[in-house]
């Protein structure tokens, strides 16, 4: 199952207390405060790794604390400090303050580390407050609590390049055929369900991720379908592949690409300016010459490359890829903060 979304508490723990303590030893009658200090509380972390690509283990557990420090003890043994909790995320997750909604960090890299809760400070023991003038003294301070916090933590899959297109415009397919991943295919809407990255090899020891992005219909930047849930994952994406089914009945090609763009500007304003390549799948199932002359025309009007291909016989593929190729080596990475969506 996928998981790409979670709320959790994390816990700092809390520090050691002091303490109070005077040494009491035989031949030694003016013993001193020997309380030692109170150690200090785990923090929470977070952790990227690169072999994670869900977020499924909140599914189970939704609270994470550090672990506390140790009280202090007499004859100046200070409390041994609470180790640290460590939560492995899958990189391109993003962790927000819930109540805030204050971006934390965004773990993008392989072995990035965000700490998200801080462990209290232990206490200090009597032996702190000795002094000339006060050399009994019973102070000591208990170890402060851990810091709480309520968090969204988000995964937003890292890839090259997204596919987008309505139910059954073939982005399934493509993927498995430019890659080795396999995502369920079949001719009915929503066949996809969940994500899938792809790694295609476009020569030269080169090579870019792909990503099937699935549930785009209209409405989708309201909730509609499974958009809302996937849109998120577009915005990793630098370059963007628009599928369109020519051989499909229910509506007018020209007029669903106009949807989905409106879908895609209405959730994020850098979406609507996202480059672009038309894609236009089943060459070998379309009927219409007219249609595929239609919609090169529509891509030369806005300047888009446009290719017509058929994933089943592979005609097109390599004219794809090269161009892909093509457009990302001239596109930046941005590791800028994204927009939020638009309200």
Known sequence: MFVDEARITVIGGDGG?????????????????????????GSVAFVAESGLSTLYEFRFRSTFRGERG???????????SGSDTLIAVPQGTMVFDDLSCELLGDLSAAGERLVVAHGGRGGRGNARFATATH???????????????????ELRLLADVGLIGFPNAG??????????????????????LEPHLGVVDRGGFRTFVMADIPGLIEGAHEGAGLGLRFLRHVKRCRLLLHLVDPTDLSRDPLDGILVLE???????????ERPRILVVTKSDSAQDPELIER????????SME?????????????????AVGRQLDTLAIDRTPEDEPVE
């Not at 895609?264 to 609507?272: D, I, V």
């Open 17 to 41: 207390n002091g303490c109070l303590s005077f040494r009491r030893e035989k031949f030694v009658p003016r013993g001193g405060p020997d309380g030692g200090d109170g150690g200090n509380g």
């Open 171 to 192: 982005k399934s397919t493509l993927i498995s055929a430019l890659s080795a991943a396999r995502p369920k295919i079949a001719d009915y809407p929503f066949t996809t």
């Open 306 to 322: 446009c290719f017509v291909l058929s994933a089943v016989t592979g005609s097109g593929l390599p004219e794809l890829v090269f």
């Open 70 to 80: 140790r009280h202090g003890e007499g004859s100046g043994r200070s409390g041994r």
């Open 262 to 272: 409106g879908e895609l500007a209405a959730y994020s304003a850098a979406l609507a």
């Open 135 to 153: 050399q009994t003294p019973t102070r000591h301070d208990p170890g402060e609590p851990g810091e709480r916090r309520l968090l969204r933590v």
């Open 295 to 302: 919609l090169q025309g529509f891509a030369r009007e806005r």
